[in-house]
């Protein structure tokens, strides 16, 4: 697990790849993260977002960067991808979980009658790792 907030990320990724980056990086947070996706991100590597802290919000690209790299950007909104994509993704998910693949860091559990400050702590940002609520 990498702190982002105390620790390099990029030379983290850097060294735990030999200096190639990473392929994809999946984030909920583009716009503060593009400095650090960037170089965190191999040769031709993908960047997909699908969340934004603003329905306004607005990105603005380093293109000397993004070309150096030869970066894909993929946006992605969650309520127009078909169900049946979204039932593959859950599966292969869940195949990592089983396979010991993933193992998601929990930061915070709460009651489902706390759901507002659960949302307030994902929006924060302070909770490192997944929130859950639960009934």
């Known amino acids: 697990m990498i702190d982002r907030k105390s620790e390099d990320v990029a030379s983290i990724?850097?060294?735990a790849t030999e200096?190639?980056?990473?392929?994809?990086i999946v984030d909920v947070a583009l716009k503060p993260n593009l400095d650090i996706n960037l170089a965190c991100?191999?040769?031709g590597g993908v960047i997909s977002a699908y969340a934004t802290?603003?329905?306004?919000d607005e990105l603005s690209i380093p293109l000397l960067k993004a070309m150096?790299?030869?970066?894909v950007f993929r946006f992605v909104y969650i309520?127009?991808?078909p169900d049946e994509l979204k039932q593959i993704a859950i599966a292969d998910i869940n195949s990592c979980l089983e396979a010991g693949y993933y193992s998601p860091k929990i930061g915070l559990n709460m009651p489902l009658r706390n759901i507002v400050e659960?949302?307030?702590?994902?929006e924060s940002?302070?909770?490192i790792g997944k929130v859950l609520v639960h009934m």
Not at 68 to 71: F, N, S
Request: charged share 10%; net charge negative.
């Open 53 to 56: 802290a603003n329905a306004t």
């Open 79 to 81: 309520y127009n991808v």
């Open 68 to 71: 150096m790299h030869g970066c």
């Open 125 to 127: 940002s302070n909770v």
């Open 118 to 122: 659960a949302h307030e702590a994902l």
């Open 41 to 43: 991100l191999s040769q």
């Open 19 to 24: 200096g190639l980056g990473v392929d994809h």
């Open 13 to 15: 990724v850097l060294e």
